[in-house]
């Protein structure tokens, strides 16, 4: 795994914690899992036939998922301001903070390179942490779609790469996540005027 | 397979088919036809197996591959199964309606009765396990089947509620014996037969409504269709107590006398507490239920006895009282079965079941009141029916531990001697309450004054369990030996019409129904040749009239008296006055159940605060969640790392 590559999933990842289009996170996002599926389909191609499975499910998922979650944001256009929403530092403040610390915690576990452990760590809990800290449900939506990258990454990384079914099964569960949240959230933008997934507390008893 | 086998399988075949054709097609009748056939089927099955002592499929085994068998044991408890389900089958077909309700109820009964069948006859701890949840899980779709009120759906609640926490000690128990390979292989023993013996206790004895853990069936069973209360109050709690038999008798190695004297006190406990609670209760299948609790009761009294007498070294007194556990089982089940569907038949002509609104219904419904009175007489034990044989039967075998050389086993016999007393007095009295209220006297409201007789599906159904329970009344000798034959020790009792126990004399039964049926014919006929003029009875001067009848708080208040420490009435009295006149007095008592205001309400107040705190906790938001998940990713982490965690 190439350095360029590594550092352009972080990055995107960091970055999809401070943007504030839900446009412009879906692209980065989409962008993100096409570089990871070019790479596991050139590699595939003399390496595996798992690693060319790899690549034409991570393609998909980088065409597919971003389409949904694009008419999502197409059918809920006028979007309000989140209130509650942390300034974009703070987010990014926190997210490295906890990456940091997780990736300080998180002992080896056998990857054939350290910087690509490092990276898939990394963007895992960068994922994660985009669930965390944002509140619209696109947002964290988009937080599983990077975090699955990050397993993606440590995936490709493996001798011989992930196993054809457990990559399907993933998918599957994917695009299951993803579909659910863009019905949530043209549900709540359709009810509240907003995708703040934090309004929905109030409607507890 | 032989010809028991075969048996067997058409009945459930029957049934199946049965309930398939009740829930789809446009009248229910026929499929509940086809599901009494197959429990007289199956009942005949039971029978066969059980007279000839020869096992049918497959024994039991430790492990989870499905595996379903009938021996001795689980014969009679088939026999149980079918002598009430049969009957209750037969008075739903022409007690429910030909609607959605009534085919769904069909369904409902057929699955419910399936369920029933596959728990007695399951023989690896997964079927066991799988049937004993699909028979607590059924009868509340029968209730909320039936009727969707808020009343209804609250009793669903705690009934579930509480048979679930209990049930989870079967769950221990059933988990623990199958992995020491004691379903089918060696009984289990040592400290951990004491933790299944625990276990077990509390799991079977939740569902079998022993106090303290009865709380859920004086609100469940009364809400039920009259069938399906009949099949719950008749047939399953009993199917709880043939769990605890195959665990305390066959599974666990002699587990002590402890484990004895603990089951007779909760049956001393559940027998005198549900009569007593049974006679403050205003409606009729309130009342019939906790004479549930009280005649499960006497069947714990009948296995705690034989526990005690294994462990003293008295087989042949271990045997007897098991038999009599056994056959108070059948015979609960019988007269039980009869009471409901009867109490089902007036619901239906009367439209309530509130006993200060009953009355004169003998006159106007003579086969359903002749077969309730019998039902009643026989589970207050009146001689000759079963109820008095059963009862004799453990009464006897309870004064022989009340002899015994082992001082505390001693009083423990003498307190269960007096409990068992007590309990057979007041179920009189119960009884007399209940005859008087709803089938003689006038009655006291207009849909009284104008019932009509059941129609004869419902009535052959209530008159062969009323004939069942003279005939083992009568002939209680001709299975007793055989109920002993399947308890410790396999002892072999002297066969006959009556009861013949060694040491303390006999009950002649068949003589004393004889003698009892020419005084019968005796006083009829002295009766009849009596010459009196006819007059109005004598009620203070003045014509009879309903409101002057005994009233159901009326008739107990002598005991509610005597017994106000204890049962803690609460009373009210209103008087209104006008200008120096006494308008109006109201009048109102309750009798609290003590349980549910000092033990289940605490413990469900602590439960609900507990819940508030827990509630904080779960916020519903995702982002929560994550949090949570990532500090505990966090703390595992962390705990690695510092090598507390290897």
Same mark, same amino acid.
């Given at each position: 795994m190439t350095g360029a590559v590594t550092w352009g999933l972080?990055?995107?990842?960091?970055?999809?914690?401070?943007?504030?289009?839900?446009?412009?996170?879906?692209?980065?996002?989409?962008?993100?899992?096409?570089?990871?599926?070019? &790479?596991?389909?050139?590699?595939?191609?003399?390496?595996?036939?798992?690693?060319?499975?790899?690549?034409?499910?991570?393609?998909?998922?980088?065409?597919?998922?971003?389409?949904?979650?694009?008419?999502?944001?197409?059918?809920?256009?006028?979007?309000?301001?989140?209130?509650?929403?942390?300034?974009?530092?703070?987010?990014?403040?926190?997210?490295?903070?906890?990456?940091?610390?997780?990736?300080?915690?998180?002992?080896?576990?056998?990857?054939?390179?350290?910087?690509?452990?490092?990276?898939?760590?990394?963007?895992?809990?960068?994922?994660?942490?985009?669930?965390?800290?944002?509140?619209?449900?696109?947002?964290?939506?988009?937080?599983?779609?990077?975090?699955?990258?990050?397993? &993606?990454?440590?995936?490709?990384?493996?001798?011989?790469?992930?196993?054809?079914?457990?990559?399907?099964?993933?998918?599957?569960?994917?695009?299951?996540?993803?579909?659910?949240?863009?019905?949530?959230?043209?549900?709540?933008?359709?009810?509240?005027?907003?995708?703040?997934?934090?309004?929905?507390?109030?409607?507890?008893? | 397979m032989g010809a028991s086998g075969a048996l067997v399988l058409a009945g459930v075949l029957a049934i199946a088919v049965g309930a398939l054709s009740a829930g789809l097609s446009r009248s229910p009748r026929t499929g509940l036809m086809a599901q009494s056939v197959g429990m007289v089927l199956l009942g005949v099955a039971g029978v066969w197996v059980l007279a000839s002592g020869h096992t049918v499929g497959a024994g039991f085994r430790s492990d989870v591959r499905p595996a379903f068998g009938v021996d001795g044991l689980s014969g009679f408890f088939l026999l149980v199964i079918a002598v009430v389900g049969a009957p209750a089958t037969l008075f739903a077909r022409d007690a429910l309606e030909a609607d959605w309700q009534g085919r769904s109820l069909a369904l409902a009964t057929g699955v419910f009765l399936l369920a029933l069948i596959g728990f007695v006859c399951a023989r690896d701890v997964s079927t066991f396990l799988g049937f004993w949840e699909l028979m607590t899980l059924v009868p509340a779709g029968a209730i909320l089947l039936g009727r969707q009120d808020r009343e209804a759906r609250h009793g669903v609640f705690v009934y579930l509620a509480i048979t679930h926490i209990g049930g989870a000690g079967v769950w221990v128990a059933m988990l623990v014996l199958a992995q020491h390979g004691a379903l089918g292989g060696h009984p289990l023993g040592g400290g951990l037969a004491a933790f299944v013996a625990c276990a077990s206790l509390v799991g079977f004895s939740t569902k079998a409504g022993l106090m303290p853990l009865h709380s859920w069936l004086p609100r469940a069973h009364p809400l039920a269709p009259a069938h399906i209360s009949a099949l719950m109050s008749g047939v399953m709690i009993k199917l709880a107590l043939y769990g605890l038999v195959r665990v305390l008798f066959q599974w666990l190695a002699p587990p002590g006398l402890w484990v004895g004297i603990t089951l007779m006190a909760v049956g001393a406990l559940s027998c005198l507490g549900g009569v007593l609670y049974a006679l403050m209760q205003h409606e009729l299948k309130r009342l019939l239920a906790f004479h549930s609790i009280e005649n499960v009761g006497i069947v714990a009294l009948g296995l705690g006895a034989s526990l005690v007498f294994g462990d003293i070294g008295q087989p042949t007194w271990s045997a007897i009282a098991f038999a009599a556990a056994l056959l108070h089982a059948l015979n609960?089940?019988?007269?039980?079965?009869?009471?409901?569907?009867?109490?089902?038949?007036?619901?239906?002509?009367?439209?309530?079941? @509130?006993?200060?609104?009953?009355?004169?219904?003998?006159?106007?419904?003579?086969?359903?009141?002749?077969?309730?009175?019998?039902?009643?007489?026989?589970?207050?034990?009146?001689?000759?029916?079963?109820?008095?044989?059963? @009862?004799?039967?453990?009464?006897?075998?309870?004064?022989?531990?009340?002899?015994?050389?082992?001082?505390?086993?001693?009083?423990?016999?003498?307190?269960?001697?007096?409990?068992?007393?007590? *309990?057979?007095?007041?179920?009189?009295?119960?009884?007399?309450?209940?005859?008087?209220?709803?089938?003689?006297?006038?009655?006291?409201?207009?849909?009284?004054?104008q019932a009509s007789e059941v129609p004869v599906g419902m009535r052959a159904s209530m008159v062969f369990l009323a004939a069942a329970c003279v005939a083992l009344g009568v002939l209680p000798g001709l299975l007793v030996p055989t109920l002993a034959a399947l308890g410790p020790g396999r002892v072999r009792l002297h066969e006959g019409a009556g009861l013949n126990v060694p040491g303390t004399g006999s009950l002649p039964t068949l003589a004393?129904?004889?003698?009892?049926?020419?005084?019968?014919?005796?006083?009829?006929?002295?009766?009849?040749?009596?010459?009196?003029?006819?007059?109005?009875?004598?009620?203070?001067?003045?014509?009879?009239?309903?409101?002057?009848?005994? *009233?159901?708080?009326?008739? *107990?208040?002598?005991?509610?008296?005597?017994? @106000?420490?204890?049962?803690?009435?609460?009373?009210?009295?209103?008087?209104?006055?006008?200008?120096?006149?006494?308008?109006?007095?109201?009048? @109102?008592?309750?009798?609290?159940?003590?349980?549910?205001?000092?033990?289940?309400?605490?413990?469900?107040?602590?439960?609900l605060h507990a819940a508030g705190i827990a509630r904080r906790v779960q916020s519903g938001s995702l982002r929560t969640y994550l949090i949570y998940l990532l500090a505990l990713l966090g703390v595992l982490l962390a705990l690695a790392r510092t090598g507390v965690l290897r």
């Open positions: 972080v990055v995107s990842s960091l970055a999809v914690i401070v943007v504030r289009r839900r446009s412009l996170a879906i692209a980065l996002v989409a962008a993100q899992s096409l570089g990871l599926g070019l &790479y596991a389909v050139t590699q595939g191609s003399h390496t595996s036939t798992a690693l060319a499975v790899t690549g034409t499910v991570l393609i998909a998922k980088a065409l597919v998922l971003p389409a949904l979650l694009f008419f999502t944001v197409r059918r809920a256009r006028k979007e309000r301001l989140i209130a509650t929403e942390l300034p974009a530092l703070g987010r990014l403040a926190i997210s490295v903070a906890a990456a940091l610390a997780i990736e300080q915690l998180i002992p080896r576990f056998g990857l054939t390179g350290a910087g690509t452990e490092h990276a898939a760590v990394a963007v895992l809990a960068l994922g994660i942490l985009t669930a965390v800290v944002r509140r619209a449900v696109l947002f964290q939506a988009l937080g599983f779609l990077i975090a699955e990258n990050g397993i &993606y990454l440590a995936g490709l990384s493996l001798p011989g790469g992930l196993p054809v079914f457990i990559e399907l099964g993933l998918v599957f569960d994917l695009v299951v996540i993803v579909s659910v949240a863009a019905a949530f959230a043209a549900k709540i933008h359709e009810q509240l005027g907003s995708g703040d997934s934090s309004l929905l507390e109030a409607l507890r008893d | 609960h089940a019988l007269f039980k079965g009869l009471l409901f569907l009867g109490a089902g038949a007036f619901s239906k002509a009367v439209g309530g079941l @509130e006993l200060d609104r009953l009355g004169g219904l003998l006159l106007r419904m003579p086969w359903t009141g002749w077969a309730f009175a019998l039902g009643a007489m026989a589970i207050a034990g009146l001689p000759p029916l079963n109820g008095f044989a059963s @009862e004799w039967l453990t009464l006897q075998s309870l004064l022989h531990l009340g002899v015994a050389s082992h001082l505390g086993v001693a009083l423990a016999g003498a307190l269960a001697t007096a409990a068992l007393a007590g *309990t057979a007095a007041l179920a009189v009295y119960c009884f007399v309450k209940v005859i008087g209220l709803v089938l003689l006297g006038l009655p006291r409201r207009a849909e009284c004054a004393l129904a004889l003698a009892l049926l020419v005084l019968v014919a005796g006083l009829v006929r002295l009766a009849r040749s009596r010459r009196a003029a006819p007059a109005p009875t004598w009620v203070c001067g003045q014509p009879p009239a309903a409101g002057l009848q005994w *009233t159901s708080a009326g008739f *107990t208040k002598p005991l509610r008296l005597v017994l @106000e420490t204890l049962l803690r009435t609460r009373r009210e009295v209103q008087v209104t006055v006008s200008s120096g006149v006494v308008e109006a007095v109201a009048y @109102e008592a309750e009798v609290p159940h003590l349980f549910d205001t000092l033990l289940y309400g605490p413990v469900s107040r602590g439960a």
